[in-house]
């Protein structure tokens, strides 16, 4: 079997993707599917690191594979499943756990912010072991490359050093995972505030554009996108962020270069670019919505991919975990 594996997951922790996870995540997980043995995972564990209601989890979970299928995810080109049915992460999380230092852990600083955002003691020791969690996901399935973006640096360093370690210790159990990067990945603004990311937790609702979203909704967001008072369409991200996001999330959605936009909006005022990116947005969105529904409302059908794929992933995965349980003497 061709190597280079690769593995990737997304937390189910809203109900729709916004267009941040679309354009800067999930979109590149289609065109990867093809020249990788890819393993995709809805990390259903991972979202429980902070307090959830069982009814939301489980229907974020579905909701979550349904668009991973909806947006163009094959399972006959990749393994898609959900990180719970394969109970080899929470046991290899503990061998690992045990490898990790505890002043190592401390110094994750993803932990750092969350806690302090959460108050230390409503912070999870879960939360605190999250990026060990997240070295089994990757380490189980033996992945040449991760993709990370800059915020998943040091946990993927993490990985890398816990499977070397183990590795020294006990024999070659694991692969050490490289960094992918995805080129032309694209970090997407907040639409009312142009100088921070758009993001589920922090936000505002006018900020943020789910790819679920009802079309004709999304339309207005972007007429109301802030941006500055100048009246040219230039790519500028420094001195126009709001003009600048809005020609980012054109060119994705669309495949259009950004300067071959800007040259075609030349003369052309923002209310043009606003209401045409509204109409580009629908044309992505509309049939990814049509094909989520239609998994959503045939229940049996996800629940047999979500099955076939865990079954999948169980082959590798199992086989993994009985080498390391085997070199660490149990
Ligand atoms: P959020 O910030 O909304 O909580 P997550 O942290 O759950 O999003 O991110 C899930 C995935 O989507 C990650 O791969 C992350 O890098 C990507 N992502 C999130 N927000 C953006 C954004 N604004 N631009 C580009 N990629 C993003
Ligand atoms: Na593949």
Redesign the pocket.
């Known amino acids: 079997a061709p190597r280079n594996r690769l593995l990737s997951g997304?937390?189910p922790?809203a109900d729709s993707f916004?267009l941040?996870?679309y354009?800067?995540?999930v979109r590149h997980w289609v065109s990867m599917q093809d020249d990788h043995d890819a393993f995709y995972c809805v990390v259903d564990l991972h979202a429980i690191t902070v307090a959830t209601d069982p009814t939301v989890l489980r229907d974020r979970t579905r909701r979550a594979a349904a668009q991973l299928l909806a947006v163009g995810l094959n399972p006959a080109r990749c393994t898609l499943f959900v990180q719970s049915h394969v109970p080899e992460h929470t046991q290899l999380a503990w061998v690992l756990n045990c490898l990790t230092g505890f002043g190592e852990a401390s110094r994750m600083t993803q932990f750092k912010d969350k806690s302090a955002r959460h108050g230390a003691d409503r912070a999870s020791v879960g939360l605190f072991t999250y990026p060990v969690l997240q070295a089994a996901d990757i380490l189980l399935y033996r992945a040449d490359a991760v993709p990370v973006?800059e915020?998943q640096r040091q946990h993927l360093e993490l990985t890398r050093d816990l499977a070397q370690r183990f590795n020294r210790e006990y024999g070659p159990a694991f692969t050490v995972p490289a960094p992918h990067i995805v080129g032309d990945?694209?970090?997407?603004?907040d639409l009312q505030d142009p100088t921070s990311?758009?993001?589920?937790?922090t936000s505002s609702p006018a900020g943020v554009v789910d790819l679920l979203e009802d079309v004709a909704k999304a339309a207005k967001k972007f007429r109301s996108a802030v941006t500055d008072t100048g009246r040219e369409i230039a790519f500028d991200p420094a001195g126009k962020p709001g003009v600048s996001n809005l020609l980012t999330i054109y060119s994705a959605l669309s495949g259009r270069p950004v300067a071959e936009l800007v040259a075609a909006y030349e003369g052309r005022g923002y209310g043009d670019l606003k209401k045409d990116l509204g109409e580009v947005f629908a044309e992505v969105a509309r049939p990814v919505q049509e094909r989520f529904r239609g998994y959503l409302d045939d229940p049996a059908a996800l629940d047999a991919v979500l099955a076939a794929g865990a079954a999948k992933a169980r082959a590798v995965a199992a086989p993994t975990l009985a080498d390391a349980y085997d070199r660490m003497g149990f």
Request: glycine share 14%.
């Open positions: 997304i937390q922790t916004h941040g996870n354009l800067g995540a973006g915020d990945t694209a970090r997407i603004l990311k758009m993001s589920k937790s």
